[in-house]
């Protein structure tokens, strides 16, 4: 059974980072596409910053230059640098990935439980 843990967020006053993580476990032959994305209440899940392939990255326009994304498959992690952040951020962020397990033909697409993210002075 694959897994997707978020860590790392938290209450930040604005101006400040955070560093978000993201680990996968399980039965893992496989990870192409990750990914963050977050949603605020009332509102729909949107991308913050994603990897199209194992290079390219793809960021939200109100998270360039404030934000990098970056992974590490040896240790089948993903994380979210965070700079400068608004009250706007506020949100639960999600980690998502496109795994292939073991002996499957197929990708599947997974989902974290979340973390949430406040900025508020």
């Known amino acids: 059974q694959v897994q997707l843990v978020e860590s790392g967020g938290g209450f930040v006053q604005p101006g400040g980072s955070l560093r978000l993580s993201c680990e996968a476990s399980g039965n893992i032959s496989r990870i192409n596409r990750m990914g963050w994305y977050r949603q605020a209440p009332g509102q729909q899940r949107q991308m913050v910053a994603r990897f199209d392939s194992l290079v390219t990255t793809v960021y939200a326009e109100s998270m360039k230059g404030r934000s990098t994304i970056s992974r590490d498959d040896a240790k089948r992690m993903l994380y979210l640098q965070i700079n400068g952040l608004k009250p706007d951020d506020t949100a639960v962020y999600f980690c998502?990935?496109?795994?292939?397990?073991?002996?499957?033909?197929?990708?599947?697409?997974?989902w974290g439980q979340g973390t949430q993210v406040t900025v508020s002075s």
């Open positions: 998502h990935a496109e795994i292939w397990t073991d002996g499957s033909p197929r990708s599947q697409s997974y």
